[in-house]
């Protein structure tokens, strides 16, 4: 593809979204919530409550030798309880639908690992909104959209007005 030479208002605009995507990721040192919002409507007794993934979230792996350097994932939510124990399991599933675990807690854990899980959790919205934004700015930069997320070719433009529309959402407390 062509360099192209991008307006400075533009590109001030674009370094601004990937700034507030990148001051988005410090860690939440302690949960808003607790184990028992996940349990609230949960039936007595044991039960398994396994989810289906949501949307897909993106994150560059910054390998050298990767080709894209740019990656998708799912995540879900499992909740249960068995032999009376609650149970929380995080995991993350790839786009060739191979299933990972990303975090697991069940009643007699440690609070430190409970809350570690909850934190991990509670952040999950935010990752997305900047995942996105550090891909939309960089579709703005390269010209590129190695995930084809586009339903048609988009212009500079337009690729900087979707980081900023995921941008805003990393304004929300």
Known sequence: MKEVELPKAWKDRADAA????????????????CIEDYFDTAPEGDFKWDTDGG??????????????????ACYALNIGRRNGKRYLEYVECDTDG??????????????EELNELLCE?????????????????DCFYTGKDVLNEGMKPH??????EAA??????????
Do not use: I
């Open 18 to 33: 990937r700034s507030k995507a990148y001051d988005s990721y410090k860690p939440q040192q302690k949960p808003k919530g």
């Open 55 to 72: 949307d897909w979230h993106v994150w560059n792996c910054e390998g050298k030798d990767c080709e894209t350097q740019w990656h998708k």
């Open 121 to 137: 959790l509670e952040g999950e919205s935010r990752h997305y909104f900047a995942g996105w934004t550090r891909y939309y700015v």
């Open 155 to 160: 212009t500079r433009e337009q690729w900087l």
């Open 164 to 173: 900023e529309d995921m941008a805003k959402y990393l304004d929300k407390k």
């Open 98 to 111: 191979n299933w990972y675990n990303q975090g697991y807690w069940e009643d007699g854990y440690g609070k």
